[in-house]
């Protein structure tokens, strides 16, 4: 036995200082040991280390004795010779109904048929409306498996991952928990994009000592200050998550310099009054940079996080975040949801947990209002995204959407009558069309009519972004527009038909349709249009397999010609060999531009990371035969026109006055933007010098580095990230 004994996980109970039944777990322990008993993971390891490391960090997580119970047990039903009924009768209804629930959850597939992940989803949420134990159970599995996850194999790696992404890190974040959040994060992107990954951790890394020495600085000068006011508070520093770090580079494209809250400094306090008081200090010692200041508290996020985050900056010139919150915040922010039995003292009663879990039964009564297969899956893909905007009705209440959110879903989300009785809007006072994309801070007016023929627009369905407002225009073309939806479906029908070279004499055609309303689930052919009309069934779903169909019955001599993948070009002027239609991002470890040698680098979900061949990420990347195949040859498009590029230099020189002057005035005549200088004077006498400018391309760098290599006193030109 290499796994750990009941006495570990109970002394590691006991120390939280809450109250369990130890008894109860310890026979958990035990029936679950038995009934796993010969089961090996991966790894080759016994399979009971899984259930026991589940149930640890549910007591981490705060949870009671039968969720813990439920966690040492979650698997036992699925994967061996124990039953429900026999789980209800030792350990009581409720420990049998959470094993149950993780049970049903079982999978969530992204590569299965658009119906059955809808029906695992639409369980996953029925099941957290019921229990939310549930799913918390469920995420305690998937970060162990996450954690683990290095046994698997690469194809299950990556499935696995990218899963994780899109599914279960969205439900941690709308539930609040953040700590499992972003762990589930940064170990889904290690194998979905793991040169990137790595490039962050080798910088973070190479500047972790003067971070911590910067921070340290920070906390102890702001905690003199308010000591002055009268308050004590609780300072920590904090260091981005791996993948916030990620979203801001590659998903936003700015640089590592440009993410002001890398780093921060976060103060905790007793009570509210003294957030803003301790606000008012920050703002006196340090000069606050503009648009970046959010008020949480007024305005809490839709997972009941709280907190007032500014960003600053200081002497040294470098800007940080300060966020400041009390305790209760705190203990809401860290574990969210859990946070209910975590610390029963800062979450009191039902009310909060029924306020946590007002999304999930949101999304649920929006998707009985459509019969739509699509719509619950993308919910969780999107609409539960970690960006939000916060907008204003005319009266000053706040309605947080998901980020780019319109007017119309913004008029959804009050009521159905007033978006289906919408006839224009107005943001801040100025009149805007109905695709306006929403940004936080705005005033958001609809205006309505009481004219009884006006009514959306089926154009609406493909303008609004949320799951909400698509369900509820649905929902209305259904219960009012039968006859015409009839007639827009078989339209819509006919057309993907021609599109898609599907011809049969109408007798048969009657017949070829009528079965496949059958097998879409509809009483009738009528029934099938009118959902095609309202948009219950999309086409662009079915028509693969219905092609197929098509062929394999009636058209068996004729085979699918297949088209050959042609190279992906860029806006940037890249292409990319043997893939088509696909994201490019240039590496910022070395930072390619056209005229160098380059090759691509396929993600996980991310498109195409651009590298030099000669980059040191590459060689280590080639050296490792799991990651060989996903490297594709790729080269600057000669005749692409250059759209400006960064790079930076490493200048060596002997310090002199004018030095840095003489260096610039090289730039200037190169008529380059410049973005960064910094220079230090090092032991020997020498100044080292580092600037980042822009460029056209690898040619005009060439120059750049010849000429500044005249300059008085240079020693040596290096192109950084080589």
Known sequence: MNYKSFGELAAYIQATGHTFDLNKIEQAYHVAEKAHEGQVRSSGEPYFIHPIEVAFILVDLGMDTDCVCAGLLHDVVEDTEVTLEELGRQFGEVVAALVDGVTKLGKVPLTTKEEQQAENVRKMLLAMSEDVRVIIIKLADRLHNMRTLMYRPEHKQRETSLETMEVYAPIAHRLGMRTVKEELEDRALHYLDPVACREIEQTLEMNKGGRTRFVQNMQERILSRLYEFGIEPHIEGRVKSIYGIYRKIYMKGKSFEEVYDIYAVRIIVESVIDCYNVLGVIHDMFRPIPNRFKDYIANPKPNMYKSLHTTVIGREGVPFEIQIRTWEMHYTAEYGIAAHWKYKAGIQGKDKLEEGLAWVRKIIQAQQESDGAEDIVRTIKTDLSTDDVFVFTPKGDVKSLPAGSNVIDYAYAIHSAVGNKMVGAKIDGRIVPLDTVLKTGQIVEIITTKSASHAPTREWLNVAKTSEARSKIRAWF?????????????????????????????????????????????????????????????????????????????????????????????????????????????????????????????????????????????????????????????????????????????????????????????????????????????????????????????????????????????????????
């Open 478 to 722: 259904k219960k009012e527009r039968r006859e015409e939806n009839i007639a827009e479906g078989r339209a819509s029908l006919e057309i993907e038909f021609k599109r898609n070279n599907i011809l049969l004499p109408e007798k048969e055609m009657a017949e070829f349709i009528q079965n496949l309303a059958r097998r879409q689930h509809y009483d009738s052919v009528e029934d099938f249009y009118a959902a095609i009309g309202y948009g219950g069934m999309i086409l662009s779903k079915i028509m693969p397999r219905l092609k197929e169909d098509y062929l394999r019955r009636f058209k068996k001599e004729e085979a699918p010609v297949l088209q050959p993948v042609r190279p992906s070009k860029n806006s940037n002027g890249v292409v990319v060999e043997g893939i088509a239609d696909m994201q490019v991002k240039f590496a910022q470890c070395c930072n390619p531009l056209p005229g160098d040698e380059i090759i691509g680098f396929v993600t996980r979900g991310h498109g195409v990371s651009i590298h030099k061949k000669d980059c040191v990420n590459v060689r280590s990347s080639m050296a490792d035969e799991t990651q060989r195949d996903r490297w594709l040859n790729a080269h600057f498009e000669s005749t692409a026109v250059p759209k400006g590029f960064r790079s930076t230099l490493d200048i060596v020189a002997h310090d002199r006055n004018a030095l840095l002057a003489d260096i610039s005035l090289v730039l200037a005549n190169f008529r380059v933007p410049l973005h960064e200088l910094n220079a230090r004077e090092l032991k020997n006498g020498n100044a080292d010098i580092v600037v980042t400018f822009g460029v056209q391309g690898a040619e005009q760098l060439s120059n750049i580095i010849k000429n500044i290599g005249k300059v008085e006193g240079v020693i040596s030109v290096e192109r950084s990230g080589k």
